[in-house]
C-alpha cells in the first residue's frame, strides 16, 4: 500500500475506535456517581476522619465526572480498540498469523483488564496509605477531584499497558524482532529497566515500585517462554514447507 493507503487506512480505523468509544461513553456516563465512588474508594479508604475530596473550580466536578465516564467507555470499548489496531496491522502479516485476529482480541483485553484491576486492588490502597501517613493535626489532607483523577488514570493505565507484555513480545517473536535468546541474555538489564519503570511510575515508596516490578519479571519470564514456543511452532512450519517444497521438486 502507499504511504497515502496507510494513513486512510490509520484514520479509518481511529475513527471506529472513537465510535466505539462514544458510543459506550453514553452508556458509562450514566453511571458516573457509581464510577466514581468506585474510584475513590481506595483513597476514602486511607483518608483520616472527616476528610472530603474538594473541586477548586467551578466545572472541575463536572469535568471529572465526563472524564471518569470517557475512562470506563476506553476499557470497555478496549476489545473494539484492539480489533482495529489488529485489523490495521494485518496486511503484513501472512495468512495464518490474520486468522489469530480474535484471540489477540480476548488476550489482549483480558490482560489490559487484569492490569487495571491489579493496580486498583493491590496497589491502590499500599500507595494511598503511604500518602495519608504524612497527614498530621497541622497537615490536613485536601485532595481535589482533578488531581486524584489524574494521578490514579495514570496508574491504571499504566498497570494495563504492562501487563500486555507478553503478548507483545509473542508478536515480536513472530515477525523475528526479538528471539527468547535474546530475552535471556538481556534478562539482567530488563530486570533493571522494570525497576525503573516501577520507581517513575508509583508513588516513592519501595513497597508500591516493587509491586510494579515483580508482576512485570513475572511477566517477562512467562514471555520468554511464550516466545520459545512460537520459535518451535515456527521452525517446524518452515520445516514442513521445505518438505512439501522439495517433494514438489521431486516429482
Given at each position: 500500500m502507499p504511504f497515502l493507503a496507510h494513513l486512510e487506512e490509520l484514520r479509518s480505523r481511529l475513527v471506529r475506535s472513537a465510535i466505539a468509544v462514544g458510543v459506550c461513553f453514553l452508556g458509562t456516563y450514566l453511571f458516573k456517581e457509581e464510577l466514581y465512588q468506585g474510584l475513590a474508594q481506595p483513597l476514602k479508604a486511607a483518608m483520616p476522619a472527616g476528610a472530603k475530596l474538594i473541586y477548586t473550580a467551578p466545572a472541575e466536578a463536572f469535568f471529572t465526572y465526563l472524564k471518569i465516564s470517557l475512562l470506563a467507555a476506553i476499557v470497555v470499548a478496549s476489545p473494539i480498540i484492539f480489533y482495529q489496531f489488529w485489523r490495521f496491522i494485518a496486511p503484513g502479516l501472512y495468512d495464518h498469523e490474520r486468522k489469530a485476529v480474535w484471540p489477540f482480541v480476548l488476550v489482549s483485553s483480558v490482560l489490559f483488564m487484569v492490569g487495571s484491576?491489579?493496580?486498583?486492588?493491590?496497589?491502590?490502597?499500599?500507595?494511598?496509605?503511604?500518602?495519608?501517613?504524612f497527614a498530621t493535626d497541622d497537615i490536613v489532607p485536601m485532595l481535589s477531584l482533578k488531581s486524584?483523577?489524574?494521578?490514579?488514570?495514570?496508574?491504571?493505565?499504566?498497570?494495563?499497558?504492562?501487563?500486555?507484555?507478553?503478548?507483545?513480545?509473542?508478536?515480536?517473536?513472530?515477525?523475528?524482532?526479538?528471539?527468547?535468546?535474546?530475552?535471556?541474555?538481556?534478562?539482567?538489564?530488563?530486570?533493571?529497566?522494570?525497576?525503573?519503570?516501577?520507581?517513575?511510575f508509583t508513588p516513592p515508596d519501595v513497597v508500591t515500585q516493587i509491586m510494579m516490578a515483580v508482576p512485570l519479571i513475572i511477566l517477562y519470564e512467562i514471555s520468554i517462554w511464550m516466545v520459545v514456543a512460537t520459535e518451535k511452532k515456527k521452525a517446524e512450519r518452515q520445516a514442513a514447507e521445505e518438505a512439501e517444497f522439495t517433494n514438489d521438486e521431486e516429482q
Open positions: 484491576v491489579f493496580c486498583y486492588t493491590m496497589v491502590f490502597p499500599y500507595a494511598f496509605q503511604f500518602f495519608m501517613s486524584y483523577l489524574s494521578f490514579s488514570a495514570t496508574l491504571l493505565f499504566a498497570f494495563g499497558v504492562i501487563f500486555e507484555m507478553p503478548l507483545v513480545l509473542v508478536f515480536l517473536g513472530r515477525i523475528g524482532v526479538v528471539s527468547a535468546k535474546g530475552l535471556k541474555k538481556n534478562r539482567k538489564y530488563a530486570i533493571l529497566i522494570m525497576f525503573v519503570a516501577g520507581a517513575m
